[in-house]
């Protein structure tokens, strides 16, 4: 269907607000990972660039591959829990989310030494399917604002598009397209209403949340529940050249679904007379993507103990479709309760949009270190290991392919967004095995840097992991926790610049969310 144009407003940071125009923040959310892969590797913290003989060095430093002879075939599976707690205008609200995941499915074909006249060992293959990150949450924050109210904008864009006829341009057949989420919503809920000259809408508009006065006081409450994951499915192919030098390489698939469904509300609380009894404004986004990136790596063993490694991953291209609609109920003593979708102007379906987005590239620096290796099992052994890497935020890129005449603009105005808000980061991950006969112990830590530039915003996720680990005969088991945290800062809207300074109406502080997740996971593997 053709595509209507959005108008969408930006936050100081460069965050883009509202859920139904697709915005720099998409490019973020599918440019970011979290801990992932077999259970042994997120007890050690994810530090695998240097380390061989893990199924999971697939997904990090394909060259890891090159240290199998034997078939690997483990898959896994596991919970997370997710706890948010919102504070917004001085209130907390909490909520959270429980899931279970199959996390990862792995097989690895082992390559044994065909002619012993040469130095190359073995070539290997692996192929497997990763889930990288996990978007499902609920998120839930309220607090009572004296200052603005969401609907202020719905006038404030009216006006600005010069709506002179409402029941044309708001709900009609002549309805402006930039307004079919927002101010024709709120129209024909009674939101927002026009002033009269003789009984002629004159350009201006009023909201029902607004008393007589012109003061508004009204409780506000923003509930999302997210839903959805990405996964890498990969091929990969290593080389070992004398047990010394590692090459490997993998095609990968990403593949995303998002699914995120937010509601804003607001009561009114006002002593002063005012129309407005509530309002709610759900908006539902659907996002679909698939694209392909490449990694290559190598490992190269000094000495027998030590092991260093170098890791390049390339950008991912992947193509979007977004479906989306916006729903409105409005109960004012005026109107009564009235109810209208952003559907009704386009008979009955949801809007779409398509577009790219070109994720960060990465370069990955590690070292592992092999205390007592030994032939002997019965001799305690193990190794730390550890990962430096850096993401160029700022290189992120997205490419709208919906209306020529608008596509490069909209694309221009996002891309000059990014690199206005976001910046280079870097991440550090370290863990270490330490295994007695059969059973090993590990323990592991990793810290992803802030991609903002606004040093105001906390954008660093932190995790510790640990585990226990059993492989006896050619069988293993591993069982493991991740704990993370990190803060989140949620605009919930930016008053329009329009806004008439008189009235003193402020855009409202952003909303802070600290968020905690616990994933516990167990890994089943066979060799043979």
């Known amino acids: 269907m053709m595509i209507k144009r959005m108008v969408f407003a930006l936050a100081l940071t460069g965050t883009c607000i509202s859920l139904h125009a697709q915005t ?3 490019a973020l959310r599918f440019s970011t990972t979290s801990p992932s892969g077999t259970t042994r590797a997120q007890s050690v913290g994810g530090a695998l660039g240097a380390l061989g003989g893990e199924a999971s060095s697939l997904y990090v430093n394909p060259a890891g591959l090159g240290f199998f002879r034997t078939n690997d075939f483990s898959f896994t599976v596991g919970f997370q829990n997710i706890s948010n707690t919102g504070t917004y205008l001085n209130k907390k609200g909490d909520d959270n989310k429980f899931i279970p995941l199959i996390s990862n499915v792995t097989m690895i074909f082992g390559g044994r030494r065909k ?6 060992q073995n070539f290997s293959f692996g192929l497997g399917l990763n889930r990288t990150q996990n978007y499902n949450q609920r998120i839930y924050y309220t607090g009572t ?3 603005s109210s969401l609907s202020l904008n719905y006038y404030l864009d009216a006006e600005a598009a010069g709506v002179t006829n409402p029941n044309e341009q708001l709900g009609g057949s002549q309805t402006i397209g930039s307004l079919a989420h927002t101010s024709a919503l709120a129209y024909k809920t009674g939101l927002i209403s026009p002033y009269l000259d003789n009984g002629v809408p004159n350009g201006n508009f009023y909201s029902a949340a607004q008393a007589q006065d012109r003061s508004i006081n009204v409780k506000q409450e923003n509930i999302v529940d997210a839903k959805g994951g990405a996964y890498d499915v990969a091929f990969a192919f290593a080389a070992n050249y004398d047990d010394k030098l590692y090459l490997g390489g993998s095609l990968n698939i990403p593949t995303m679904t998002y699914k995120n469904s937010r509601t804003w509300k607001e009561t009114n609380q ?4 005012t129309d407005l009894n509530s309002f709610d404004v759900t908006e539902t986004l659907r996002s679909e993507g698939t694209g392909i990136n490449l ?3 190598g490992i190269y063993k000094p000495v027998k103990a030590l092991s260093l490694g170098a890791t390049f991953h390339s950008p991912s291209w992947i193509s979007f479709t977004d479906t989306y609609r916006t729903d409105m109920t409005t109960s004012t003593k005026t109107f009564g309760v009235l109810s209208a979708s952003s559907t009704e102007t386009l008979d009955g379906f949801e809007d779409e949009s398509k577009y790219t987005i070109r994720t960060p590239w990465k370069g990955v620096l590690s070292a592992a270190f092999l205390f007592a290796p030994s032939a002997d099992t019965r001799k305690p052994t193990g190794f730390i290991s550890f990962d430096y890497e850096y993401m160029d935020y700022a290189s992120m ?13 909209d694309s221009d105005q996002r891309n000059q967004a990014i690199k206005s808000t976001y910046q280079g980061a870097s991440n550090i991950r370290v863990g270490g095995e330490l295994k007695l006969h059969v059973i090993a112990f590990r323990l592991g830590y990793a810290l992803y840097g802030n991609p903002y530039k606004n040093g105001a915003i906390d954008g660093k996720r932190e995790y510790y992991s640990g585990g226990i680990g059993y492989r006896n005969r050619g069988f293993y088991m591993d069982f493991g926790v991740v704990y993370g945290s ?7 809207y930016v008053l329009s610049s329009n806004a008439i300074p008189e009235d003193h109406y402020t855009t409202p502080a952003a909303a802070q969310i600290d968020s905690k997740q616990a994933n516990i996971n167990a890994t089943f593997g066979w060799k043979f």
């Not at 006002?270 to 007379?273: A, F, G």
């Not at 890129?397 to 603009?409: A, V």
């Open 295 to 297: 990694k290559i790596g």
């Open 486 to 492: 990190n803060t989140i800062s949620s605009q919930p």
């Open 115 to 120: 002619r012993p006249d040469s130095k190359w």
């Open 270 to 273: 006002n002593t002063v007379p």
């Open 145 to 147: 604002n004296t200052s």
């Open 397 to 409: 890129k997205m490419r709208f392919r919906n209306d020529q005449s608008y596509d490069k603009e």
């Open 24 to 26: 720099i923040d998409d």
